[in-house]
């Protein structure tokens, strides 16, 4: 961030996909497109956890490209 706070933000909804109910306190992390190393080795440049629906949303993000990846994340960690 510089002298201007990052406004882009990211929403979304996880739902298990064989019966389409909603993933609580799942984590979606937004990593850098370039990142090489797996997301269980490294930590997300911006993350956001679901709510009881969910739904998530990620804040504050600059502006570029990133992959999306969601994971449960068990021992709140973040990898």
Known sequence: TGPVIDS???TGNVVDDETRTPLLNFAVGLFGENDTLPINR?????????????????????????????????DLNLV
Not at 48 to 59: L, Q, S
């Open 8 to 10: 882009l933000y990211l």
């Open 42 to 74: 490294k930590r997300p440049a911006y993350y956001a956890r679901t709510d009881n629906n969910g739904n998530y949303r990620i804040e504050n993000v600059k502006a570029g490209r990133f992959k999306v990846y969601g994971f449960d994340d068990k």
